[in-house]
T-cell receptor, first 111, second 114 residues
Framework: GESVGLHLPTLSVQEGDNSIINCAYS??????FIWYKQESGKGPQFIID?????DKRQGQRVTVLLNKTVKHLSLQIAATQPGDSAVYFC??????????FGKGTMLLVSP | DVKVTQSSRYLVKRTGEKVFLECVQD?????MFWYRQDPGLGLRLIYF???????EKGDIPEGYSVSREKKERFSLILESASTNQTSMYLC?????????????FGSGTRLTVV
């Protein structure tokens, strides 16, 4: 079937490499940010979040960096595995409003 | 394990049909959302609901309506399906404020209108 990955920026890495996925957000008032992972045929799944009073947050093999000055968010995945292959979305919200999603980046991990 | 369940994974409907997409969540979440996802366009918000019988238009509500008669169920209705509504439809829910981990999504319904 048609893939949500069509027309997306793609990052191709080798297994074991570190991956960095970037996101430019649009609303300077946004104060809460989330990264989602979407595997083929599934809905997006929460990976990690960060609030605007932080510039870095670490999870298991993932780190999110926030640069509010240039409105930039990045997701770092350490020791990338084939199971990390998916589309990754950032999302932002100001206050308690609805989330606004980025268009996504496809990560392809080769064994 | 908490869940958002969408009743159908794949649907094929004819132009002009009335289509119902059902979504149920078991997390007692107040907020529920319907998005469509298209290649190159990302996730676009159609409608959302903050409470039973309440609904708010999202960014692309035209051609759609919603119903929330019970807290756990949020239905998306295509009044008269058209080919440009062929898409992946995603339902999501979250607690009030939605700041604790964001949204929980269903697996999606891929709708094809012929």
């Amino acid at each position: 079937g048609e893939s949500v990955g069509l027309h997306l920026p793609t990052l191709s890495v080798q297994e074991g490499d570190n991956s960095i996925i970037n996101c430019a957000y649009s609303n300077s008032a946004s104060d809460y940010f989330i990264w989602y992972k979407q595997e083929s045929g599934k809905g997006p799944q929460f990976i990690i979040d960060i609030r605007s009073n932080m510039d870095k947050r670490q999870g298991q093999r993932v780190t999110v960096l926030l640069n509010k000055t240039v409105k930039h968010l990045s997701l770092q995945i350490a020791a990338t595995q084939p199971g990390d292959s998916a589309v990754y979305f950032c999302a932002e919200t100001p206050g308690y409003s609805t989330l606004t999603f980025g268009k996504g980046t496809m990560l392809l991990v080769s064994p | 394990d908490v869940k958002v369940t969408q009743s159908s994974r794949y649907l094929v409907k004819r132009t002009g049909e009335k289509v119902f997409l059902e979504c149920v969540q078991d997390m007692d979440h107040e907020n529920m959302f319907w998005y469509r996802q298209d290649p190159g366009l990302g996730l676009r918000l159609i409608y959302f609901s903050y409470d039973v019988k309440m609904k708010e238009k999202g960014d692309i509500p035209e051609g759609y309506s919603v119903s929330r008669e019970k807290k756990e169920r949020f239905s998306l209705i295509l009044e008269s399906a058209s080919t440009n509504q062929t898409s992946m439809y995603l339902c999501a829910s979250t607690v009030v404020g939605g700041r604790l981990g964001g949204y929980t999504f269903g697996s999606g319904t891929r709708l094809t209108v012929v």
